[in-house]
């Protein structure tokens, strides 16, 4: 059986993940199946996988523009201080971890099982309140007590990612594809 050797020039021995884009597009993959999976263990998993991913997101841009000294502590601060990937943050650390080291503090107190609502919207584009879907879901509780949603927190880090490869001109996929991760065909009986 052969080992995988790294390859001089990429980022990963998965050769699929190449640029920070295409750890980016795996976040978006991961935030969707986060949000259309409906067995509970699955959806723990994919947004376990989502949180890991935006974390190493955050050295993917580091090694890509090659920041080292105060520059690297400047993005590492930019980083922990934006309340969304703070929290993806936070989760992924501390279930890594299983608890964040002595004197760090979490954005994330719980992360709880929850019980979703949907409501549809037609290619008419009119909602239609009387077929509601229900899924299992999760809510965040911050570490000031405030609660999010599911959706808020997948949809958000992708938003405040598109931001900082902006800010620090890294090619990124287009803005829409973030609103993919939500994007599902119902087909009523």
Request: net charge negative; proline share 3%.
């Amino acid at each position: 059986m052969q080992a995988l050797a790294i390859y001089e020039g990429n980022m990963s021995v998965i050769r699929t993940y190449e640029t920070p884009s295409d750890l980016f597009m795996k976040l978006i993959r991961e935030g969707r199946r986060t949000w259309c999976c409906t067995q509970l263990e699955d959806k723990a998993d994919h947004f376990f996988n989502f949180c890991i991913t935006s974390l190493s997101l955050r050295d993917w841009c580091i090694e890509e523009l090659k920041l080292t000294g105060k520059d690297k502590d400047d993005f590492f601060k930019l980083h922990s201080s934006n309340e969304w990937l703070n929290y993806c943050g936070s989760i992924a650390n501390s279930s890594k971890h299983f608890a964040l080291k002595a004197g760090r503090k979490s954005a994330v107190s719980s992360v709880n099982n929850t019980v979703d609502s949907l409501v549809p919207i037609f290619p008419d584009g009119a909602w239609h309140d009387e077929v509601k879907i229900e899924r299992v879901s999760f809510e965040i509780t911050t570490s000031d007590g405030e609660s999010k949603g599911l959706m808020l927190l997948l949809f958000f880090t992708c938003y405040e990612w598109e931001k900082i490869f902006d800010q620090y001109s890294i090619r990124r996929p287009h803005d829409n594809i973030k609103v993919s991760m939500f994007v599902e065909m119902y087909y009523p009986s």
